[in-house]
């Protein structure tokens, strides 16, 4: 396949990714302050759409799959997903002055739902579009790093629109967000092909049979709780150990995002000579070995602070752009295994468990940091704070290698499941 058609079907991804941080970083803060709504309620019914879009997920996944061909099997769901996405973004970023909890709910549930019908059939698409296990790996990290840099490139309007109110900056990033969206979308609706379809039955069924898909999905969880851990724990570390001030931790995420977007071209270059499951354990054993410097550094070593954020978003290109590749290839085993057609299904509970991941995250590291008094700005809070960025995230880590080092779906035996699919046609 030509590299525009990898060009075009990522190009969504850099749009989709303009808005993640305002509304996982910034909106909650925002409602909960500045329109007024209090902390308890914004923080209840945020914890109500992430249970809404958890469930709503494998609904959407199912769905995608029964799609019939004529009818666009992935392409529908993500233009109706558009469709609703976009006025839900706008006028999420636009609360009126007696804004209440129902609008804030309302709002944000179209908009969960909205991306989620985006997101799961745009993850499947790659499986489809590109079916040997090398170059399956490619189109992932081009879907990856467009969404890397729709990150950077928010980042850098953020700068740009720092004198504006935060209200108007939010809706100069939907707005420009929704129009960019409209031109991508339909760039990549129109012009990428279908991809090979299947014609074995859909069904609604968790794979507890698929032993292949279990230990992925299990590496990618515990991958993914590492990976939460030190993100939600990130600014109360640059506060209470480095005490940084506000701009060197806009520059460190800088730093941290601009080199998952350069790693990304290495891992893919490496995964040519070596097996996905490998490539990406060595991407975290070498995250594991970075963290346990961490506990070293103190007030004012920024720098030092700077290269683990460069080799740990090194390690982040590995974890974007290998594991939805290795999961594809899942997919294509339990196809010809399970006589069923499921990706877009498969892909849901995947995108259930990036999800619970963070929340499970956000659900350890509050608690506990709380109860040994971090607001405080206790020793014990700094050293509990300490362990959960940098410890656990290591043990965690390393039990993810411990799952995938000794993968059995090879190279070769992926060869050997695309020709019985093949045959099968």
């Known amino acids: 396949m030509r590299r525009n058609v990898y060009i075009l079907y990522a190009l969504p991804a850099f749009v989709m990714a303009f808005p993640t941080i305002p509304v996982f970083v910034l909106l909650p803060t925002f409602y909960a302050e500045t329109v007024g709504l209090g902390l308890a309620a914004v923080g209840s019914a945020l914890f109500a759409l992430r249970l ?9 996944g199912y769905i995608s799959d029964r799609i019939p061909a004529q009818y666009g099997k992935r392409k529908l769901p993500m233009a109706v997903g558009a469709i609703l996405t976009a006025p839900a973004l706008i006028l999420l970023f636009s609360p009126p002055d007696d804004a209440t909890i129902a609008y804030l709910y309302a709002t944000g549930a179209a908009l969960y739902l909205g991306w989620t019908a985006i997101q799961i059939p745009y993850l499947s698409w790659a499986a489809e579009l590109v079916p040997d ?87 990618w969880f515990i991958n993914g709780l590492a990976n939460g851990l030190p993100a939600v724990c990130l600014p109360l570390y640059l506060t209470h150990i480095l005490k940084a001030d506000d701009q060197t931790e806009g520059m460190l995420l800088f730093v941290y995002f601009l080199f998952a977007v350069l790693g990304i071209p290495l891992w893919l270059k490496l995964s040519k000579t070596i097996s996905k499951h490998h490539i990406w354990c060595l991407s975290m054993l070498m995250a594991c070995v970075v963290f346990l410097f961490v506990p070293f550094l103190g007030e004012g070593d920024v720098i030092s602070f700077g290269i683990v954020c460069l080799l740990t978003g090194l390690a982040l290109g590995s974890d974007l752009a290998l594991p939805p590749a290795i999961q594809a290839d899942c997919a294509d085993w339990d196809k010809l295994r399970f006589k069923t057609d499921r990706l877009a299904s498969l892909f849901s509970y995947w995108s259930m468990a990036t999800k619970m991941a963070l929340g499970v995250a956000v659900g350890i590291a509050f608690p506990v940091l709380d109860f040994f008094g971090l607001d405080q700005n206790s020793e014990a809070g700094k050293i509990a704070l300490i362990v959960i960025y940098a410890g656990l995230p290591v043990v965690l880590k390393t039990s993810a290698v411990a799952l995938m080092w000794h993968f059995p779906l090879t190279q070769q035996k992926h060869s050997f499941v695309q020709k019985k699919l093949e045959q099968h046609q």
């Open 133 to 219: 296990y090398t170059n399956r790996t490619r189109i992932n990290g081009y879907r990856e790093g467009a969404g890397l840099l729709g990150i950077l490139s928010v980042g850098a309007l953020g700068l740009i629109l720092a004198d504006l109110a935060e209200i108007q900056r939010f809706q100069t990033i939907a707005w420009i967000t929704v129009v960019a969206g409209a031109l991508t979308f339909y760039l990549c609706l129109r012009y990428v092909p279908q991809g090979r379809l299947s014609l074995q039955k859909q069904t609604l069924t968790f794979p507890w049979k698929n032993k292949l898909f279990l230990r992925v999905l299990s590496a």
């Open 52 to 60: 809404l879009d958890v469930i709503s997920d494998p609904v959407l």
